[in-house]
């Protein structure tokens, strides 16, 4: 069976639960649990959020999060078609939980200051 799993594809997501359901518990509160944890954890796995959500869940802005991206210090972006830039859900999330312990441990190192004299638009002169 087709799913067509795609970024905000919550039926999809659902109908694949469904089958899933079928090897789990069949009745009872027992059931109930399963049926949720398990289109939680469907959910949470294969979500993808695109930028606009991104900006919700990080606040921080495109090039700090660009930034990060390029040394390995926040989730890789994939594309799901030539224009469509999507995030994993799970990562973003995981990646706000590390930062999180990192944070009561210890304050963050700050993020370096971008070379404004590398920009080709509106230059910095000197």
């Known amino acids: 069976m087709s799913y067509g799993l795609r ?6 997501l659902k109908d694949l639960a469904e ?5 789990g518990p069949k ?9 949720d944890d398990t289109l939680r954890q469907l959910i949470a796995n294969n979500r993808t959020v695109r930028r606009p959500e991104l900006r ?5 802005s495109d090039t700090t999060i660009y930034e990060l991206e390029r040394r390995g210090e926040f ?11 999507v995030w994993p859900l799970k ?3 995981d990646w706000i939980e590390e ?6 441990d210890e304050r963050p190192e700050n993020t370096p ?3 404004v004299r590398q920009r080709t638009s509106r230059p910095v002169r000197h």
């Open 7 to 12: 970024t905000g594809g919550l039926d999809s």
């Open 19 to 23: 089958d899933i359901y079928a090897f």
């Open 27 to 35: 009745s009872g509160s027992d059931a109930q649990t399963f049926h």
């Open 56 to 60: 919700k869940l990080v606040p921080l």
């Open 75 to 85: 989730p890789k972006r994939f594309y799901l078609t030539p224009k469509c830039v």
């Open 91 to 93: 990562d973003v999330l």
């Open 99 to 104: 930062r999180r312990r990192a944070s009561e």
């Open 113 to 115: 200051v971008p070379d």
